[in-house]
């Protein structure tokens, strides 16, 4: 993990201000010559909404057989805006992702990367901070206005800002709602892709955040 990027401890008009000073430093083209090993990082809230669990899942890719795991868990430190959740869940994953034995050839986390109103979403973010490749794969989308794709797995739409092209929503399995992909960090949007595709199994989300998810709910919930 490399030296830390900024303070935590920030107020809303700061963390703006953060993502608009990083997000010239990202790297969307593919920067690694292996991928291996591929992590999951999500995050869960207790029924109290006053601490987090974050959970990172290594696997071996492509064959996705679980090799690590971590957790972490935490206080909630920052309030519920969207396009700022890095500075709410950012710390407990990066918390996390420091107990890890084997650190992974690139992560997904459940968040979005440069589909994003400043273009620096929460992979993008941890990205930079880890230095690692990323992509960002979502539930749900933070640009208003986008078209479903067609019902078949592996179909696509893109989502656009501006001109820009930043991201797909992508059909993980046939007649189930898509998922929204964009590239963290160190990888591009057609690459992106094809490692969600591949680590997705039967389920519409990949295998290492759907086990992130799972091991996030046991913190003390």
Same mark, same amino acid.
């Given at each position: 993990?490399? &030296? *830390? &990027? ?14 608009? /000073? ?15 090993? %591929?992590? =999951? ?25 679980? !090799? ?7 206080? %909630? ?5 969207? =396009?700022?959740?890095?500075?709410? +869940?950012?710390?407990? &994953? ?6 890890? /034995?084997?650190? *992974?050839?690139?992560? $997904?986390? +459940?968040?979005?990367? %440069? ?16 230095? &690692?490749?990323? $992509? ?12 479903? *794709? ?16 930043? =991201?797909? !929503?992508?059909?993980?399995?046939? /007649? ?19 490692? !969600? ?9 990949? +295998? ?9 709910? +046991? %913190? =003390?919930?």
């Amino acid at each position: 993990m490399r &030296l *830390p &990027l900024h303070s935590w401890k920030v107020n809303v008009e700061q963390a703006i201000e953060i993502q608009n /000073r990083l997000r010239s430093k990202l790297l969307l083209k593919n920067s690694f010559s292996k991928l291996e090993t %591929i992590g =999951g990082g999500d995050v869960s809230y207790s029924k109290e909404k006053d601490i987090l669990s974050g959970a990172i899942a290594v696997f071996s890719y492509p064959g996705l057989t679980l !090799i690590d795991a971590a957790k972490a868990w935490g206080k %909630i430190s920052f309030p519920y805006i969207p =396009g700022l959740f890095a500075f709410r +869940e950012g710390p407990v &994953l990066l918390k996390a992702f420091k107990k890890l /034995r084997t650190k *992974p050839d690139l992560m $997904i986390f +459940e968040g979005h990367g %440069i589909a994003h109103p400043r273009g620096l979403g929460l992979a993008s973010h941890l990205g930079l901070w880890l230095d &690692l490749p990323t $992509i960002g794969c979502a539930k749900s989308p933070l640009v208003r206005q986008f078209q479903s *794709p067609a019902l078949l797995r592996g179909s696509i739409q893109w989502v656009w800002i501006g001109d820009r092209k930043v =991201g797909a !929503i992508l059909r993980t399995k046939d /007649r189930v709602k898509p998922v929204f992909i964009s590239p963290g960090h160190r990888i591009d949007l057609e690459t992106s892709i094809q490692v !969600i595709l591949n680590a997705c199994r039967g389920y519409r989300m990949p +295998e290492p955040l759907r086990k992130a998810h799972q091991l996030s709910r +046991e %913190i =003390g919930f």
